[in-house]
């Protein structure tokens, strides 16, 4: 257990429509990441939160959004979703330092399906 | 361009035999090397983190190796279980920093163990 969770753990959606997804970093961590993962791919880069502010973001169009809490929870919000939207939503916790991207911990995952 | 490539793309062996996964990697700055399990369906679980100064590492029956002269890693599984069917995943710190988009992850190596 890395105790990151995420929820929902699965859903689907069809396409044009709005979706939230929701993480709890493992505590004492300040830093959120989300990753998509098509099938049989890597894990791709979506963005990070550090205390509550966007500090780095993957090739994602704006669509993708999210926000970090006072707690350090976070949500991925995807507009206008489309087809290609399906995939695995991984996202990550981990104490960042100066310095030092540090070690991630990843949750169990979101499987989204767009019809 | 960073890019981290793994290879075989998939393998089978039998249980109780030996294996060995390759990462190769084109990512400079270098700051680190870690080596992921992911069960299918489920989040990765970190195996080792390498900085630059260090050859090798093991976790159990997993060992890393880092040549940073030839960019190039491994992963070698010893007496394998039917537990380490699994993706095994090669991610590459590009510098020291806070982004987490300074990771770059490869595709994933997936392996079967058989009985």
């Known amino acids: 257990e890395t105790g990151v969770t995420q929820s929902p753990t699965h859903l689907i959606k069809t396409r044009g429509q709005q979706v939230t997804l929701r993480c709890s970093s493992q505590?004492?961590?300040?830093?959120v990441s989300w990753y998509q993962q098509a099938l049989g791919q890597g894990p791709q880069f979506i963005f990070q939160?550090?205390?509550?502010?966007?500090?780095g973001r993957g090739n994602f169009p704006p669509r993708f959004s999210g926000l970090q809490f006072p707690n350090y929870s976070s949500e991925l919000n995807v507009n206008a979703l489309e087809l290609d939207d399906s995939a695995l939503y991984l996202c990550?916790?981990?104490?960042?330092?100066?310095?030092?991207?540090?070690?991630?911990?990843f949750g169990e995952g979101s499987r989204l399906t767009v019809l | 361009k960073n890019q981290v490539e793994q290879s075989p793309q998939s393998l089978i062996i039998l249980e109780g035999k030996n294996c060995t996964l390759q990462?190769?990697?084109?990512?400079?700055?270098?700051?680190?090397l870690r080596w992921y399990k992911q069960d299918t369906g489920r989040g990765p679980v970190s195996l080792t983190i390498?900085?630059?100064?260090?050859n090798t590492k093991s976790n159990g029956r997993y060992t890393a190796t880092l040549d940073a002269d030839t960019k190039q890693s491994s992963l070698h599984i010893t007496a394998s279980q039917l537990s380490d069917s699994a993706s095994y995943i090669c991610?590459?710190?590009?510098?020291?920093?806070?982004?987490?988009?300074?990771?770059?992850f490869g595709k994933g190596t997936k392996l079967s163990v058989k009985p």
């Open positions: 990550a916790s981990s104490l960042a330092r100066q310095g030092y991207t540090g070690e991630l911990f």
């Open positions: 505590s004492g961590h300040n830093t």
């Open positions: 939160y550090y205390r509550e502010e966007e500090n």
């Open positions: 990462c190769n990697y084109t990512v400079s700055p270098f700051s680190n």
């Open positions: 390498m900085t630059f100064s260090e």
């Open positions: 991610v590459v710190s590009d510098h020291y920093g806070g982004s987490q988009g300074n990771l770059i």
